[in-house]
């Protein structure tokens, strides 16, 4: 059966009570009690210490259910809407979802990230179609190729310097999943420029690509999203989809170009979008 993980803090979760019956919802609780009983009924409800962001709840998961299916798991924090307005909606899609599935449309609208242009022009090109726009990055100074975003950037040159590597020469992606005993990820990420990833670490995979990661490289995965290093937790919410297996897009011999996502060929973004 497809399930909902939900890493929640205090958030309000009246709203999983809409979620399309054909998903068991999972919410792993790191805040206050819950203590209705729709929502009880509804969802299995694992009590967690308030550690390492949702990185660490999804990782939690991971290790404890651990299911070789074609199933889906949806990974989430506890309000999505956020950075996927139409969440309930692209759950109810899920029969059209590529096995790695990006799930959200932007960071925060009213903070104009990604600007409103590039949100309009999507939003054109989807022609009708659920809110859906993963974003392409660089793998060296973690920022979008379409705008200049000065939180991601800050994030990259600070993971960056704490580590040795010189600015915009550094694999950001690559030292993290070598850091995780993750090599084959590593050099992928070393041959490549760019990435892709979905806004809010809100994103579904089939279980047999979380099976596929080894156990050993989990916890050091976990581990890693721990450490209290508040630019730990924003590495891994661009490498979710890798994890996964998305492919790395652009190899390093071509030039990187700020091209929309929804321009690239369909093979160099294969998250992209539901119907």
Known sequence: ?????????????????????????????????????????????????????????YIHHMMTSWENTEDYTVYSQADPFLHSPDFLKLLAAWRDWDDVQALSWCWKEERDVPPRDLLSVARASLDGRLLVRPELYSLTNWGPLEFFDKGARGMGLVYTMINGGAPEQFNIAA????????????????????????????????????????REAL????????????????????????????????????????????ELPSHLVPVLRVK
């Open 219 to 262: 916890i050091h995965l976990r581990n890693f999203a721990c450490e209290p290093i508040p630019a730990h937790g924003y590495m891994l919410e661009r490498l979710w989809l890798h994890l996964m297996g998305a492919p790395f897009v652009r190899p390093k011999s071509k030039t990187i170009e700020a091209r929309p996502a929804y």
């Open 1 to 57: 059966m497809n399930k909902v993980v939900l890493a929640r803090y205090k958030e309000d979760i009246s709203w999983i009570l809409d979620i399309p019956v054909d998903f068991k919802v999972i919410v792993y609780n790191k805040g206050d009690e819950i203590t209705s009983e729709e929502i009880l009924e509804r969802a299995e409800v694992v009590n967690r210490p308030n550690i390492g962001r949702e990185s660490e709840t």
């Open 175 to 214: 030292h993290v999943f070598r850091r995780c005993k993750l090599e084959a990820l590593a050099q992928a990420a070393e041959a490549h420029a760019v990435g892709v990833f979905s806004y809010g670490a809100i994103f579904a995979a089939r279980n047999t690509c979380a099976y596929s990661i080894p």
